[in-house]
């Protein structure tokens, strides 16, 4: 099987001032793949993450994506409008607050459709039947369409996020800690349903975060970030069952994981 590259990462770096944000990372991702980026906090996984989705733009490296309509493109070299464009239609950025993510003074079928409408889409009963579905697929009432983001509890705004971002069928989803912010309980149920969902529809992610049981739920590839850069990578089995790196044996002994 012939699987796409679509995104080639080559020395990417990122300083904030003297600060080394992140530095020298090196990683392709394949279709349908969900790489995890893991290590402690101010470990460099954010600065990546945002590098990675073009909201900042790194200090020095590479990025080269492969569009599904064909062709690569070199990713930081292309006019800041084209950057826009690709990351409101093609990407979707699901942020650990919901908030960040939302349109507050919109209904919640209004935030999908407002995702909807930068792929083309306007006829409206597409719109409102896609908002039923996505709401649907990610477990939340759509009876509940027309009510106002700030109605829903933060679980429910995170599946409404979560449905906005998937509704647009995005070739790459970021996220940055998307359960980081909610109780525990709510915690595992999303994860579950994100996890349904990626099964199902083949997405391809990159998905940030510090909690171990996260990644090995969730990922088929992990970087191990410390102070900005990358100390070990591979498949999330082998680097959690057999970590070579000192930090990465440390990340997995039960020590770190409280
Ligand atoms: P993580 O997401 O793993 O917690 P971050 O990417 O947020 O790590 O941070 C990596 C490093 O960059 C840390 O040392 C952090 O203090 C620094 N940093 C992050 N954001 C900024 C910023 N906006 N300005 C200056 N330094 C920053
Ligand atoms: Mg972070």
């Given at each position: 099987?012939?699987?796409?590259?679509?995104?080639?990462?080559?020395?990417?770096?990122?300083?904030?001032?003297?600060?080394?944000?992140?530095?020298?990372?090196?990683?392709?991702?394949?279709?349908?793949?969900?790489?995890?980026?893991?290590?402690?906090?101010?470990?460099?996984?954010?600065?990546?993450?945002?590098?990675?989705?073009?909201?900042?733009?790194?200090?020095?490296?590479?990025?080269?994506?492969?569009?599904?309509?064909?062709?690569?493109?070199?990713?930081?070299?292309?006019?800041?409008?084209?950057?826009?464009?690709?990351?409101?239609?093609?990407?979707?950025?699901?942020h650990?607050n919901p908030r960040d993510g939302?349109?507050?003074?919109?209904?919640?079928?209004?935030?999908?459709?407002?995702?909807?409408?930068?792929?083309?889409?306007?006829?409206?009963?597409?719109?409102?039947?896609?908002?039923?579905?996505?709401?649907?697929?990610?477990?939340?009432?759509?009876?509940?369409?027309?009510?106002?983001?700030?109605?829903?509890?933060?679980?429910?705004?995170?599946?409404?996020?979560?449905?906005?971002?998937?509704?647009?069928?995005?070739?790459?989803?970021?996220?940055?800690?998307?359960?980081?912010?909610?109780?525990?309980?709510?915690?595992?149920?999303?994860?579950?349903?994100?996890?349904?969902?990626?099964?199902?529809?083949?997405?391809?992610?990159?998905?940030?975060?510090?909690?171990?049981?996260?990644?090995?739920?969730?990922?088929?590839?992990?970087?191990?970030?410390?102070?900005?850069?990358?100390?070990?990578?591979?498949?999330?089995?082998?680097?959690?069952?057999?970590?070579?790196?000192?930090?990465?044996?440390?990340?997995?002994?039960?020590?770190?994981?409280?």
């Open positions: 099987m012939n699987i796409k590259k679509i995104m080639h990462v080559e020395n990417l770096t990122h300083f904030y001032g003297n600060q080394i944000g992140c530095k020298g990372i090196n990683f392709d991702l394949y279709k349908g793949e969900i790489l995890g980026i893991v290590g402690e906090s101010g470990s460099g996984k954010s600065t990546l993450l945002k590098c990675l989705s073009g909201e900042i733009s790194p200090s020095a490296g590479k990025i080269n994506i492969s569009l599904d309509q064909g062709g690569v493109k070199d990713f930081l070299s292309l006019p800041e409008q084209e950057k826009r464009q690709l990351m409101r239609s093609m990407w979707g950025i699901v650990q939302l349109n507050l003074r919109i209904s919640a079928g209004g935030n999908i459709a407002e995702r909807l409408l930068n792929v083309s889409e306007k006829n409206y009963s597409f719109l409102r039947n896609t908002g039923k579905y996505w709401m649907k697929k990610t477990e939340m009432d759509p009876d509940r369409i027309d009510e106002f983001p700030l109605s829903f509890s933060g679980g429910m705004q995170q599946r409404l996020q979560i449905s906005k971002i998937l509704s647009s069928n995005p070739q790459i989803v970021f996220m940055d800690e998307p359960t980081g912010g909610l109780d525990v309980s709510v915690q595992a149920k999303i994860l579950d349903t994100i996890k349904s969902i990626v099964r199902d529809i083949n997405v391809t992610m990159i998905i940030v975060t510090h909690d171990l049981a996260v990644v090995r739920f969730l990922t088929d590839k992990l970087l191990v970030m410390k102070d900005g850069i990358v100390v070990e990578t591979g498949l999330t089995d082998r680097v959690l069952d057999d970590p070579q790196h000192s930090y990465t044996q440390l990340l997995t002994s039960s020590i770190l994981q409280v």
